[in-house]
């Protein structure tokens, strides 16, 4: 049985698919790559299998999870699974945390709602998740709020939050977009670590193929709410079978020749 | 243009409604009510809804519905001219803080918050302690401390507008100050004084009718709403439906105006609408 | 040291509006065409009695040194006596605030205990019937007048149903506390219904924002459910802006009071003003609105207070 196999599933608000029938599965400690433009229908991808999309998606097909349904789901039930079997980083750190909780009690979070923890048995757990992602100093970060740390430190406390339960299945959505370039080195590295360790599979959005090919060995083309192409980084990159994989392979040399590898090469 | 502002805005189009039938009552007072609202009539004293009288009579039988047509006068006068001090004095206020000099900003912001400690009717209750309760002092009180909110709302709103690029980028290629309040800042301006006028004058109407109830607003023998309402306070006991009337008329104003304010902010605010919808 | 810094900086700002407040309220009230001296003689008064009394009560000497005497007075808690009773002016303000206190105090609790459910609730369901109704319903309490308010709800209580005194408060006021509270339960409700649907109105657009929040999404994605995360995440949020409307809502509120205590017969401060307004009783005017404005300016001090408790943010800007 696979970890996560997802048929025909379809997203749309009113008339407009937003994803367009697609399928594709991912084995116990695989990594699978989604890549595409904005509106490609990659983030709504991950939504529908966090069961965080908005009420107004109207959404057909089958994510199967561990062999459960997910489709369907009560808000009650799918809410077992995230933070627990699956975890999500997101794009934007600046905003991602709740700016009037302290980081403590938001990384211990996910670890009192699953796993019965006390505050006091989670806050320890969080302080060793500070230091797991590599945060310095990490008494002081577990008191601090939000607006007290660094964009990168911020998306690190993410991945903590993320991973609190040791989830299955980690995705991440662009969460290194919104860092400076050095920055989201460090942070790719660490996740490439972190999920090598866990032994969690992995599903990585992005809409920039350099990043992905740090990150997975396959990656699954999308354009508007279709997955284009189904292939390994290596052959994507040498024979891209797709006229839009093309392009954003194009996209990705200019970029790389235009700032002289600093941000591309990874 | 206006149909398509209309389109599904329901907030619009009630408000609308409310906003029209308020205009008709004024209209009518002019050129017909059913009696002389001054009209007294012992015989009809407390009269129920009949075909004499369709909101039925007061203690003195004048005539309610009358009473209510031509108290709209003086609810819409005082609302207008309130209204009309508010927007002069708090726009004005408003852009004026909003391009002054950073060290003198703060203390007119100061003056603004102060003044907005004193709502219309605490205003209005210290002029009418000077001067004696009139129209004037009620108009007066409930203009100058709208024009305290209007303001606060116009000196934010400019603010942002200042603080966007393309008035930067004016100012970088020599706009002078006056140009950029006239091609930049009002044009800008003009959804957020529509919203602005209209919750002014739910606020005005609303404030008109407590000093009258309080005894602080119109003098009698002139019929309003709100002493209307004061009136019968005295009679529950004997005729609760006499409580009903003005208090419908009062509700229809202030709630039309306040959803014309919401729709026309939905108008003007896309993402809104999208959101509501 | 940060939290010292903003707690002094707010407490400045407190003690520098009371003054400036009431040096207006002073001047607007001296701006009366004749005097102190006139309104209480009359205008028969001969001129030499008018002299007498303006000596008396020190109306010879300039505005400034008036209003200075005024105030040295009113901060040692003596704000004169009445020129028609006689009447220690701050007794009686006291005497009347065991009324208005309360009546104020329980409506704002009674308010905000509405309006925070009601609005996460309108907000959760707002594109639902339920939801938009909820909504709609704010929107009449917005624009029902207060008065009519208390009118409608005495109508129903005490003329239909029976079940509560329709105004007044007993003459030995708290010390017969059932009583007391019967008389209050209209009252606070009425105030209470007004304020509460202002309120909610920013409480659901306060969660509406919540929930659009990335934080929200995060917090949902550690496996909480909507309402769970709304528990968690939203209150806390949602009450921030309810709490700073309120501090801003606090002189309408008291105005408001005073409307409702004409409506209910309720022997505090509201009504005492308007007699006293009537009977054109200057100095005891100035010293009610000194202090139901000192009370306004007061709220909102502890309303930043709170909000910088509740928000890191407030503290360090």
Request: contains cysteine.
């Given at each position: 049985?696979?970890?996560?196999?997802?048929?025909?599933?379809?997203?749309?608000?009113?008339?407009?698919?937003?994803?367009?029938?697609?399928?594709?599965?991912?084995?116990?400690?695989?990594?699978?790559?989604?890549i595409?433009?904005?509106?490609?229908g990659?983030?709504?991808?991950?939504?529908?299998?966090?069961?965080?999309?908005?009420?107004?998606?109207?959404?057909s097909?089958?994510?199967l999870?561990?062999?459960?349904?997910?489709?369907?789901?009560?808000?009650?039930?799918?809410?077992?699974?995230?933070?627990?079997?699956?975890?999500?980083?997101?794009?934007?750190?600046?905003?991602?945390?709740?700016?009037?909780?302290?980081?403590g009690?938001?990384?211990?979070?996910?670890?009192?709602?699953?796993?019965?923890?006390?505050?006091?048995?989670?806050?320890e757990?969080?302080?060793?998740?500070?230091?797991?992602?590599?945060?310095?100093?990490?008494?002081r970060?577990?008191?601090?709020?939000?607006?007290q740390?660094?964009?990168?430190?911020?998306?690190?406390?993410?991945?903590a939050?993320?991973?609190?339960?040791?989830?299955?299945?980690?995705?991440?959505?662009?969460?290194?977009?919104?860092?400076?370039?050095?920055?989201?080195?460090?942070?790719?590295?660490?996740?490439?670590?972190?999920?090598?360790e866990?032994?969690s599979?992995l599903?990585?959005?992005?809409?920039?193929?350099?990043?992905?090919?740090?990150?997975?060995?396959?990656?699954?083309v999308?354009?508007?709410?279709?997955?284009?192409?189904?292939?390994?980084?290596?052959?994507?990159?040498?024979?891209?079978?797709?006229?839009?994989?093309?392009?954003?392979i194009?996209?990705?040399?200019?970029?790389?020749?235009a700032?002289?590898?600093?941000?591309?090469a990874? | 243009?206006?149909?398509?502002?209309?389109?599904?805005?329901?907030?619009l189009?009630?408000?609308?409604?409310?906003?029209?039938?308020t205009?008709?009552?004024?209209a009518?007072?002019?050129?017909?009510?059913?009696?002389d609202?001054?009209?007294?009539?012992p015989e009809?004293?407390?009269?129920?809804?009949?075909?004499?009288?369709?909101?039925?009579?007061?203690?003195l039988?004048?005539?309610?519905?009358?009473?209510?047509?031509?108290?709209?006068?003086v609810?819409?006068?005082?609302?207008?001219?309130?209204v009309?001090?508010?927007?002069?004095?708090?726009?004005?206020a408003?852009?004026?803080?909003?391009?002054?000099?950073?060290?003198?900003?703060?203390?007119?912001?100061?003056?603004?918050?102060?003044?907005?400690?004193?709502?219309?009717?605490?205003?209005?209750?210290?002029l009418?302690?000077?001067?004696?309760?009139?129209?004037?002092?009620?108009?007066?009180?409930?203009?100058?401390?709208?024009?305290?909110a209007?303001?606060?709302?116009?000196?934010?709103?400019?603010?942002?507008?200042?603080?966007?690029?393309?008035?930067l980028?004016?100012?970088?290629?020599?706009?002078?100050?006056?140009?950029?309040?006239?091609?930049h800042?009002?044009?800008?301006?003009?959804?957020?004084?529509?919203i602005?006028?209209?919750?002014?004058?739910?606020?005005?109407?609303?404030?008109?009718?407590s000093?009258?109830?309080?005894g602080?607003?119109?003098?009698?023998?002139?019929?309003?709403?709100g002493?209307?309402?004061?009136?019968?306070?005295q009679?529950?006991?004997?005729?609760?439906?006499?409580a009903?009337?003005?208090?419908?008329a009062?509700?229809?104003?202030?709630?039309?105006?306040?959803?014309?304010?919401?729709?026309?902010?939905?108008v003007f605010?896309?993402?809104?609408?999208?959101?509501?919808? | 040291?940060?939290?010292?810094?903003?707690?002094?900086?707010?407490?400045?700002?407190?003690?520098?509006?009371l003054?400036?407040?009431?040096a207006?309220?002073?001047?607007?009230?001296?701006?009366?065409?004749?005097?102190?001296?006139?309104?209480?003689?009359?205008?028969?008064?001969?001129?030499?009695?008018?002299?007498n009394?303006?000596?008396?009560?020190?109306?010879?000497?300039?505005?400034?040194?008036?209003?200075?005497?005024?105030?040295?007075?009113?901060?040692r808690?003596?704000?004169?006596?009445?020129?028609?009773s006689?009447?220690?002016i701050?007794?009686?303000?006291?005497?009347?605030?065991t009324?208005t206190?309360?009546?104020?105090?329980m409506?704002?609790?009674?308010?905000?205990?509405?309006s925070?459910?009601?609005?996460?609730?309108?907000?959760?369901?707002?594109?639902?019937?339920?939801?938009?109704?909820?909504?709609?319903?704010?929107?009449?309490?917005?624009?029902?007048?207060?008065?009519?308010?208390?009118?409608?709800?005495?109508?129903?209580?005490a003329?239909?149903w029976?079940?509560?005194?329709?105004?007044?408060?007993?003459?030995?006021?708290?010390?017969?506390?059932?009583?007391?509270?019967?008389?209050?339960?209209?009252?606070?409700?009425?105030?209470?219904?007004?304020?509460?649907?202002?309120?909610?109105?920013?409480?659901?657009?306060?969660?509406?924002?919540t929930?659009?929040?990335d934080?929200?999404?995060?917090?949902?994605?550690?496996g909480?459910?909507?309402?769970?995360?709304?528990?968690i995440?939203?209150?806390?949020?949602?009450?921030?802006?309810?709490i700073?409307?309120?501090?801003?809502?606090?002189?309408?509120?008291?105005?408001?009071?005073?409307?409702?205590?004409?409506?209910?017969?309720?022997?505090?401060?509201g009504?005492?003003l308007?007699?006293?307004?009537?009977?054109?009783?200057?100095?005891?005017?100035?010293?009610?609105?000194?202090?139901?404005?000192?009370?306004?300016?007061?709220?909102?001090?502890l309303?930043?207070?709170?909000?910088?408790?509740?928000?890191?943010?407030?503290r360090?800007?």
């Amino acid at each position: 049985m696979s970890l996560l196999e997802v048929n025909n599933l379809t997203i749309s608000f009113g008339n407009k698919k937003v994803v367009d029938s697609i399928s594709f599965t991912l084995e116990k400690g695989s990594r699978i790559g989604l890549i595409g433009e904005s509106g490609s229908g990659k983030s709504m991808t991950s939504l529908a299998i966090m069961g965080l999309l908005p009420d107004t998606a109207t959404v057909s097909g089958s994510i199967l999870f561990e062999g459960q349904e997910l489709i369907g789901l009560s808000d009650r039930d799918h809410s077992r699974l995230r933070g627990n079997r699956i975890g999500m980083v997101f794009q934007e750190p600046l905003t991602a945390l709740n700016p009037l909780m302290r980081i403590g009690k938001q990384i211990a979070g996910p670890l009192m709602v699953h796993k019965g923890a006390s505050l006091k048995e989670g806050l320890e757990k969080a302080l060793q998740l500070c230091t797991m992602v590599g945060l310095p100093d990490p008494d002081r970060v577990l008191r601090a709020y939000p607006h007290q740390l660094s964009g990168g430190q911020r998306q690190r406390i993410g991945l903590a939050i993320a991973l609190a339960c040791d989830p299955a299945l980690l995705i991440a959505d662009e969460p290194t977009t919104a860092l400076d370039v050095t920055v989201q080195r460090e942070v790719l590295n660490l996740i490439n670590t972190l999920v090598d360790e866990e032994g969690s599979s992995l599903i990585f959005v992005t809409h920039d193929l350099p990043v992905v090919s740090a990150m997975t060995e396959n990656v699954a083309v999308m354009q508007l709410g279709k997955i284009v192409e189904n292939a390994s980084v290596a052959s994507l990159f040498h024979e891209p079978a797709h006229e839009y994989s093309r392009r954003l392979i194009s996209a990705a040399r200019l970029a790389e020749d235009a700032f002289s590898g600093k941000g591309g090469a990874l | 243009m206006i149909r398509k502002a209309m389109k599904g805005n329901v907030s619009l189009i009630a408000g609308s409604i409310m906003v029209s039938i308020t205009f008709i009552l004024l209209a009518l007072s002019f050129i017909w009510t059913p009696h002389d609202p001054l009209e007294v009539n012992p015989e009809d004293s407390f009269a129920g809804i009949s075909s004499k009288h369709f909101l039925g009579a007061d203690k003195l039988g004048r005539d309610i519905l009358s009473q209510i047509i031509v108290g709209s006068r003086v609810t819409l006068f005082v609302a207008a001219l309130a209204v009309s001090i508010a927007m002069s004095l708090g726009v004005s206020a408003g852009i004026i803080i909003a391009i002054a000099k950073r060290k003198y900003q703060s203390p007119m912001v100061y003056a603004v918050n102060i003044a907005l400690a004193f709502p219309a009717a605490l205003l209005a209750i210290i002029l009418a302690a000077v001067y004696g309760a009139s129209t004037i002092t009620a108009v007066t009180a409930i203009g100058l401390a709208t024009a305290a909110a209007v303001a606060q709302v116009t000196r934010r709103t400019a603010h942002g507008i200042l603080a966007s690029d393309y008035v930067l980028a004016a100012h970088a290629s020599g706009a002078s100050t006056w140009r950029i309040i006239r091609k930049h800042v009002m044009p800008n301006l003009r959804a957020s004084l529509l919203i602005q006028a209209s919750a002014a004058v739910s606020v005005s109407v609303l404030a008109e009718s407590s000093l009258s109830y309080l005894g602080l607003g119109t003098p009698p023998p002139a019929p309003s709403w709100g002493r209307m309402l004061a009136g019968s306070q005295q009679y529950l006991f004997v005729n609760p439906l006499l409580a009903i009337w003005p208090g419908i008329a009062i509700v229809i104003v202030v709630l039309g105006f306040n959803l014309v304010g919401d729709g026309v902010r939905e108008v003007f605010d896309p993402t809104l609408r999208r959101s509501d919808s | 040291m940060n939290v010292l810094k903003f707690g002094a900086r707010r407490l400045l700002l407190f003690i520098s509006s009371l003054i400036v407040s009431s040096a207006l309220v002073f001047s607007l009230l001296r701006l009366l065409p004749g005097d102190l001296a006139q309104a209480k003689l009359g205008i028969q008064a001969s001129p030499e009695a008018l002299a007498n009394l303006r000596h008396e009560m020190g109306l010879d000497k300039s505005l400034v040194a008036q209003y200075w005497t005024w105030l040295s007075h009113a901060l040692r808690g003596d704000l004169g006596v009445s020129f028609l009773s006689g009447a220690d002016i701050t007794s009686e303000i006291a005497q009347k605030a065991t009324v208005t206190v309360p009546l104020v105090i329980m409506a704002s609790i009674l308010a905000v205990l509405i309006s925070i459910p009601l609005g996460m609730y309108a907000a959760l369901r707002y594109r639902k019937m339920d939801g938009v109704a909820t909504s709609a319903m704010s929107q009449f309490g917005i624009a029902i007048p207060t008065f009519w308010t208390g009118l409608l709800i005495s109508t129903l209580f005490a003329v239909v149903w029976q079940v509560l005194p329709a105004g007044g408060f007993p003459e030995v006021g708290w010390s017969e506390p059932a009583n007391a509270f019967k008389s209050m339960a209209l009252p606070v409700f009425t105030l209470a219904l007004g304020q509460g649907a202002v309120l909610m109105r920013f409480a659901r657009s306060a969660t509406i924002d919540t929930l659009q929040q990335d934080y929200f999404r995060t917090a949902r994605a550690t496996g909480l459910t909507r309402v769970q995360a709304l528990r968690i995440h939203g209150v806390r949020n949602a009450l921030i802006p309810v709490i700073s409307v309120l501090g801003m809502q606090m002189a309408t509120l008291i105005v408001e009071a005073i409307i409702v205590e004409n409506v209910f017969a309720l022997p505090g401060i509201g009504q005492m003003l308007l007699q006293d307004v009537n009977n054109r009783d200057l100095l005891k005017v100035q010293g009610i609105i000194a202090v139901t404005t000192s009370i306004v300016f007061f709220v909102s001090f502890l309303v930043d207070l709170v909000l910088g408790f509740l928000d890191p943010r407030v503290r360090q800007s």
